[in-house]
């Protein structure tokens, strides 16, 4: 009986313990500790299971954010900021500024004109080199010969030549051929309610769309207010390079709608677009594929009539590449028939370029030139200024 009573009792007590654990709650149970930031509790080491219907990701706090049930409003995105723009230094001095770089390229064609004018002895054989000099600084035969023949005039007239009257006499004859009656002023002033409309032409490759970014970089720091236009319609990446550098200042930049649309309707909305924003100036960048004058010859003077419907074309800037010589001047002489060529833009003049293109371009059009590129930074265009430009041949 004992026996019996002991098995009883042991049982009870088996069913007892059985039943605690079968009644253990279930809901809040522990997960392990996570293992990498991303996980659940990353920044507790633990979590909770979440309750259906609901997901967690992990915050950079190190607690937990609830997803909205689907179908729940979303929060507007954040816009994404705004491109900071940039500030330009004025065009004022600038020619000034890089000077010593323009002397650094030119200073072989000035000491070798010096040198030469610097011997004891002046000779049919030294004047030769003296010209010879000047026609491989593509100054161009004609203008050469002239101002050899005005060189031996002086020589003859003032008898003496110590270095400093040397140096005078060839700066003189310098200037008296770089120098113009025609202003280099840039016409970029509103008129008539108006704004001023640049039409900026030239072959690719010479540093053009790059010319005009630049152009309006300077614009913006003398204050004035700028709309671009991409009528180069058959070079995307040069509409999108012009945008880039309105970008960069705050200019609109009126683009085709797809590649190879009609330059003449671009242009045309750019300018409408300018006078409607009342913007002080209108800069058109234009084709260069050719320069030949069928078809891209055309174009440009397409362009220009198309323009003249809505206002006056102020300025027509020719960009000639200052490292090409004579043929940059074969270039300048189809352009110049086809569009009423205003200024000349050249490019490259920091580099091997030959001073001497100056003194022939000008007088090849009969235009002055107005700006000059002096290296590839985005301020390295400057307006032109002859007096500091011959100095930096001369190295003074």
């Excluded at 937990?64 to 179908?71: E, I, K, R, V």
């Amino acid at each position: 009986m004992a026996y019996i009573i002991l098995i009883v009792v042991l049982a009870v007590l088996i069913l007892a313990a059985g039943g605690t654990m079968l009644l253990r709650p279930r809901l809040g149970r522990r997960v392990p500790r996570a293992r990498s930031g991303g996980d659940l509790g990353a920044g507790t080491g633990t979590g909770t299971i979440p309750r259906p219907g609901t997901d967690t990701t992990a915050d950079t706090s190190g607690g937990t954010q609830t997803a909205p049930a689907p179908g729940a409003p979303t929060a507007p995105a954040e816009p994404p900021p705004a491109p900071v723009l940039e500030k330009p230094p004025p065009s004022a001095g600038r020619m000034m500024r890089l000077r010593a770089r323009l002397a650094r390229s030119q200073t072989g064609f000035g000491a070798a004109l010096l040198g030469l004018l610097s011997r004891d002895r002046l000779d049919d054989e030294t004047w030769d080199e003296i010209e010879e000099v000047l026609i491989t600084a593509d100054v161009g035969v004609t203008p050469a010969r002239q101002i050899v023949t005005d060189l031996r005039t002086r020589v003859k007239v003032e008898g003496t030549r110590t270095p400093d009257e040397v140096r005078a006499m060839l700066r003189a004859e310098l200037l008296a051929q770089v120098e113009t009656e025609a202003s280099r002023a840039l016409r970029t002033q509103r008129h008539e309610g108006r704004p001023a409309v640049m039409l900026v032409v030239g072959v690719n490759g010479t540093g053009k769309t790059t010319t005009i970014g630049k152009l309006a970089r300077s614009l913006v720091g003398d204050g004035e207010t700028v709309v671009l236009g991409a009528a180069d319609t058959f070079r995307a990446a040069a509409v999108d390079q012009l945008q880039t550098w309105g970008d960069r200042v705050g200019a609109e930049t009126v683009r085709p709608d797809k590649e190879g649309a009609d330059p003449a309707s671009v242009a045309f909305e750019a300018v409408s677009q300018g006078i409607e924003a009342e913007v002080d100036v209108v800069i058109i960048d234009t084709a260069g594929r050719l320069h030949t004058k069928t078809g891209l010859m055309d174009e440009l003077g397409k362009v220009k009539r198309v323009i003249e419907k809505r206002t006056s074309v102020d300025e027509v800037l020719l960009v000639l590449d200052a490292t090409t010589g004579q043929n940059g001047l074969r270039q300048a002489r189809v352009f110049a028939e086809v569009v009423d060529v205003s200024g000349i833009v050249l490019t490259k003049l920091d580099g091997t370029a030959k001073g001497g293109i100056v003194i022939a371009v000008q007088r090849e059009l009969g235009v002055p030139v107005k700006l000059v590129g002096l290296g590839e930074g985005p301020d390295d265009l400057a307006p032109f200024d002859a007096e500091t430009f011959v100095d930096a041949i001369l190295g003074g």
